[in-house]
């Protein structure tokens, strides 16, 4: 186990890229070696972001597979769909390890992604070799791998909140029904107008209800975990806000379970996992008190009069839906403490 690496970030000049390198500084093991723009290279990277100057002091480079195998031991792709599809293969037979954001590497089924993103997909033997780290509740698979997929962020909140309870067998997979928000970075930096001031300040929109990406990525895992198909119903709503997301999660309760007994088998689940809070006190979590942190925190409420459960998932999307669990998985890729470098806290208010 080696206690040094050299780390590159191809969509530097992005915000996962950017959260990247701000959490990277902390990390003890890390250095990073090359930040990769296809639009800027040349430029120091402080000129893209300004909070950045003289913390991290790097100019970016081209997007030059042998240019970065020579600088770097492991790559971070932090790029729009159909980047990683193309290039994952060509970095690993660099020599690089891999560690994707982006949604490209998620999904097993070529045919699914084609359907979902509307792109060619990755190679079968990326998709193959490809390990998905949701570090939680998959991380045992992703040590010594060299490709890992990170979760999505409306996945990555979702998840953590239902598997323990479907895996368990106290909720009615067929009934769940997932009501998502995220704040507006989730978009990330690009132009748009869906990101537009004066189109999200006092507004509330649903978007994408039916056709969102996750949908497919949602039901694998828990497809995974019941051990037989699942679908489910999945609307993400924008919220004017900057980060964070809630997903807030109806499924009608299998037999009798209080609320104490789902907070009970969750805390046994979750037991040595430090990013998972569980709420202990009836209060449901609210996106501030996970705000810049690679907290998890998950509460729920039962209802007796319609026998059904509700859970409710806070994470930060830029943190742990994104750079915070890319960090957490390549520590557990590298046989280090898991939470190496992301142990801060939230910031509030
Ligand atoms: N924002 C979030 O909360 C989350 C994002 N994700 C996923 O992570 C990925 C990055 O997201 P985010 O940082 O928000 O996106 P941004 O749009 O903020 O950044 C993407 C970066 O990718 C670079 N890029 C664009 N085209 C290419 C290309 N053809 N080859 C190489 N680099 C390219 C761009 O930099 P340049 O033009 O300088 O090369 C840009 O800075 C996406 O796949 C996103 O879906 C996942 C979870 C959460
Ligand atoms: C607010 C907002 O627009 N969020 C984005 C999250 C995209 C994302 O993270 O995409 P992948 O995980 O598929 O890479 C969305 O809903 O599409």
Redesign the pocket.
């Given at each position: 186990m080696s206690n040094s690496l050299r780390a590159a970030i191809?969509?530097?000049?992005?915000?996962?890229?950017a959260e990247l390198i701000r959490l990277l500084q902390a990390h003890p093991y890390v250095t990073i070696t090359s930040v990769?723009?296809?639009?800027?290279a040349g430029a120091p990277l402080a000129e893209s972001f300004p909070h950045l100057n003289q913390i991290f002091v790097g100019i970016?480079d081209e997007?030059d597979v042998d240019l970065i195998a020579g600088k770097a031991d492991l790559v971070f792709l932090?790029?729009?769909?159909?980047?990683s599809a193309e290039l994952s293969m060509k970095l690993l037979a660099a020599g690089l390890k891999v560690i994707d954001?982006?949604?490209d590497l998620r999904l097993k089924s070529a045919e699914a992604y084609e359907n979902w993103y509307k792109k060619p997909a990755a190679p079968a033997e990326a998709l193959e070799r490809a390990v998905y780290g949701l570090s939680e509740v998959f991380g045992d698979e992703v040590k010594g791998m060299d490709l890992i997929s990170?979760p999505?962020?409306y996945p990555t909140a979702t998840l953590l909140g239902l598997i323990p309870a479907v895996q368990a067998g106290w909720i009615d997979p067929s009934t769940i029904i997932i009501d998502a928000k995220s704040g507006v970075?989730?978009?990330?930096?690009?132009l748009g107008l869906g990101a537009h001031y004066a189109e999200v300040n006092e507004n509330f929109s649903a978007y994408k209800v039916n056709k969102h990406q996750h949908i497919p990525e949602i039901e694998q895992a828990l497809s995974r975990i019941a051990g037989k198909d699942i679908v489910t119903t999945f609307t993400t709503h924008l919220v004017p806000m900057t980060r964070g997301i809630m997903t807030t999660m109806y499924a009608t309760i299998i037999g009798e379970h209080t609320e104490a007994e789902f907070i009970e088998m969750y805390r046994q689940y979750y037991e040595g996992r430090k990013f998972v809070r569980i709420r202990s006190n009836g209060k449901m979590p609210a996106t501030k008190e996970v705000l810049g942190s690679n907290y998890c925190d998950i509460g729920f409420a039962v209802d007796e009069r319609t026998g059904r459960l509700t859970i409710c998932s806070v994470i930060d999307?830029?943190v742990k839906?994104?750079a915070g669990q890319a960090i957490q998985n390549l520590n557990l890729m590298m046989g280090w403490e898991e939470t190496t470098g992301l142990l801060f806290s939230p910031v509030y208010p």
């Open positions: 191809i969509g530097a000049t992005g915000y996962g890229g990769v723009s296809t639009s800027n970016l997007l932090a790029t729009p769909a159909g980047v954001i982006s949604g990170n999505g962020c970075s989730g978009a990330g930096r690009g999307n830029v839906g994104a």
